[in-house]
């Protein structure tokens, strides 16, 4: 059974810095996709970072620059780094994991039960 844990969610001000885990379980990570998803109140739910299949990052425009999606298969964790963090990256923060591996299309299939980041001015 698959299971995805986040933590290190909280309430910053804005230009600080956070780092969100994602404790995964009965899962290993080669050649899947996997990703970080983030949803506001009142908003749609976001892609933020996704690493592919192949093993490249790629990063919305609104966090490139600012976030880094990295992860350590030793401890089977995924981590985002979130610098220079604005009060628009407010939101409720997903890991999540694709249930094929080699899965160009990256259909996530597994999702964690999220932690929210609160960014004040």
């Known amino acids: 059974q698959v299971q995805l844990v986040e933590s290190g969610g909280g309430s910053v001000q804005a230009g600080r810095s956070l780092r969100l885990s994602c404790a995964a379980s009965g899962y ?3 050649n899947y996709c996997l990703g970080w998803f983030r949803q506001a ?3 749609e739910r976001e892609r933020v970072a996704i690493i592919d299949s192949d093993g490249n990052t790629n990063y919305a425009s609104s966090v490139k620059g600012r ?3 990295s992860r350590e298969d030793a401890k089977n964790t995924l981590y985002l780094q979130m610098n220079s963090l604005k009060p628009e ?3 409720m923060y997903y890991c999540s994991a694709a249930s094929f591996p080699y899965d160009e299309t990256c259909d996530f299939d597994y999702w964690g039960q999220g932690t ?3 960014v004040t001015s």
């Open 67 to 69: 976030y880094t999606f």
């Open 89 to 91: 990256d407010t939101a």
């Open 41 to 43: 109140p009142g908003k």
């Open 116 to 118: 929210q980041v609160t």
């Open 28 to 30: 290993t990570f080669n």
